[in-house]
Structures are given as C-alpha cells and as structure tokens.
T-cell receptor, first 113, second 110 residues
C-alpha cells in the first residue's frame, strides 16, 4: 500500500521539550512538505524539500528544524524555541515541480502542556 | 509570491442545493491551482487540479471548477449538495511550494 505515514497520531509533550514528528513515504516522491494547521488559518508551510539533502524554509520556520537524509523520510523537530507549538501538523509529498499535486498523511496532533 | 484567497470561512447550503466555494488567485505567471477536501482530523485529499488544458475542470465526487483568467478566479461548484459533502475545502496554488488558502467549511442542512 503506497502512501504517507505520520506517527504518532497524537503526541503530548511538556513545555520546553523538543519533540520530533515522523513522516515516511513510499511513493518514490522527490518533494516533501510540512504544514501546520490552526483553526481558521488554513495550512501554513513550515519547511519543504525538493530533493534529498536539501530543504528550504517556508513561511513559519522559526522554532522548527528538519532533515532530509533519505528520500522517503522528512522528520520535523519542534524545538523549545517555538512559542506556540500546540497544533495539527500535516506532512505531504509530491513528484516535485510546479504542477504536481501533494499527497497528505493523516496528521499528528501535538499538544504541549 | 503567489497566493490564493478564499472568500467565506463558512458556507451553509441545503441538501440538493448548489454548492459554490470561492477562490481567487494572485499570480504573475499562469498558475497551477488545486482544490482539496479535508474531513475532521484527517489529511487532505485532492478534488481536482487546473492544468491549463481546459478551463473547466472536473473532479471527484461531482465537483468541478472553472478557471477564469479575467477574474483571477477558480471557484469550486457542485450542482447538488449531499450530506457527505460536509467538510473543509482548501484552494491551493503551486510554485514549487504549495500554498493554501485559509479554507471554507461547508455545512449541509437536511
């Protein structure tokens, strides 16, 4: 079954702790993306990667970090520098280029207490 | 930078009525546009995409969208709403990044 797997579905962390969200795809896609979703604000782009070992900041990268060491994996670390980390995080992938649609994982809901 | 604006954060229609969800884009070059649907606590699913091959694009679940360059619009329509259409809908534009609008929540009244 081809697709994108995000784990875990729900994640709880204490304030001040770093946390890493997993995203794996077996679609052989070159491009991968991380979005943050808050009520009424749509999806905001955190980081994206068009190719292995390369990634770019999106619109809200502050307080987040990523790596792209393997084509199929694009983990997102939410650091303690992120002021308001509680949100729904969505990972996506695409073939890359400008006219290719994104395929999404089921999301991870992060709650920081 | 390219962007999309969705007019109306919440739209409510009766079952069987026309669905119209509005999206306007801002782009200095021919845009690549998409509509996605999201059900509660799930990821997004592609409804349709504009490829410049035709201005009227048909998607899944009976939805379609018309690209109007003169109005910089890409509105989503469905002739007859069904209860199962209740969800959040997002318009998006791609320039290697994929940028989403703020979303429109569609409610269906029995």
């Amino acid at each position: 079954d081809g697709g994108i797997t995000q784990s875990p579905k729900y994640l709880f962390r204490k304030e001040g702790q770093n946390v890493t969200l997993s995203c794996e795809q077996n679609l052989n896609h070159d491009a991968m993306y991380w979005y943050r979703q808050d009520p009424g604000q749509g999806l905001r782009l955190i980081y994206y990667s068009q190719i292995v070992n390369d990634f770019q900041k999106g619109d809200i990268a502050e307080g987040y970090s990523v790596s792209r060491e393997k084509k199929e994996s694009f983990p997102l670390t939410v650091t303690s520098a992120q002021k308001n980390p509680t949100a729904f995080y969505l990972c996506a992938s695409s073939l890359g280029g400008m006219n290719t649609e994104a395929f999404f994982g089921q999301g991870t809901r992060l709650t920081v207490v | 930078a390219q962007s999309v604006t969705q007019l109306g954060s919440h739209v409510s229609v009766s079952e069987g009525a026309l669905v119209l969800l509005r999206c306007n884009y801002s782009s200095s070059v021919p845009p690549y546009l998409f509509w996605y649907v999201q059900y509660p606590n799930q990821g997004l699913q592609l409804l349709l995409k504009y490829t410049s091959a035709a201005t009227l694009v048909k998607g899944i679940n009976g939805f379609e969208a018309e690209f109007k360059k003169s109005e910089t619009s890409f509105h989503l329509t469905k002739p007859s709403a069904h209860m199962s259409d209740a969800a959040e809908y997002f318009c998006a534009v791609s320039d290697y990044r994929i940028i989403f609008g703020s979303g429109t929540r569609l409610s269906i009244r029995p």
